[in-house]
């Protein structure tokens, strides 16, 4: 490994990545880096990054923490192609809106819903800015495995809570921090980086390159708590009969029965 190299799992929250860059975070890079990333290779991970699932081995439909959708305005931050919101769509959502960082994202996931008969108002552009979205509108706004890739986590939390009517709700998943500091070598579970290292890094995954950071839980519920949310519930456990259904006996599976590798978090803004 190089002066600058540092292992960090895990990226996404399946599969090992090695080792990867530490680099300064400059947020016009970081963005760029990623929108190139999610315009080519995107759709690889819809599958375990959408809607009922809200991660690897966490599902909407054992979780219930939509409740009921049918009339509400719902937002998506970091829609991808759509499937979320085709998902709430199908249950009858009053208006889907999205938000993504990644052109060609934005541009399938119009072809994508308008294919399933449904009508959103989808916007191009990084979600720690002003992209003209309407204040105090939507009922819940929610996030499938996107919010990690903010640079600017309060920021975002506080323009996430500008969009939300009084009492609205915010839910949102991650790859668990845990997760990501722990990789699987020789049947064991090894600590390879510190869980306190919030520090920029980036690394290549398949043949491009993402730039992240892995952030603390407490990082997200201090911000959480400062954008003016109220946290009513947590979810960390891995739902074993989605594992048993899924039948796998890689070293990932046997980590998530061991760890938690998705965190889900339902808020409401006071």
Known sequence: ??????????????????????????????????????????????????????????????????????????????????????????????????????????????????????????????????????????????SIYAIGWTTDLEGTFSRIASYLKRDGVFIFSWSHPVHKCVAAEDNKLVFKKSYFDESWYSAALGEGTLTLSDRKLSTYVNALADAGFVIEQMVEESDAELMQARDDSSDFAAKAKMLPVTFVVKARKR
Request: aromatic share 10%; glycine share 12%.
């Open 1 to 142: 490994m190089g002066e600058n190299s540092v292992y960090k799992p895990n990226i996404i929250g399946a599969g090992e990545v090695g080792c990867a860059i530490s680099v300064d975070m400059n947020k016009n890079v970081v963005h760029e880096t990623n929108s190139s990333y999610w315009n080519t290779y995107g759709n690889e991970f819809l599958g375990a990054i959408s809607l009922p699932l809200f991660g690897a081995f966490v599902s909407e439909e054992k979780c219930q923490l939509f409740g009921e959708v049918s009339g509400r305005k719902m937002l998506e931050i970091g829609c991808g192609s759509g499937q979320s919101l085709q998902y709430l769509g199908e249950r009858n959502a009053a208006e889907l809106w999205g938000v993504d960082l990644s052109k060609q994202q934005i541009e399938k996931a119009a072809q994508h819903l308008e294919s399933c008969g449904l009508a959103a108002n989808l916007i191009c552009s990084p979600m720690e800015e002003d992209c003209g979205l309407p204040v105090d509108y939507f009922d819940c706004v929610y």
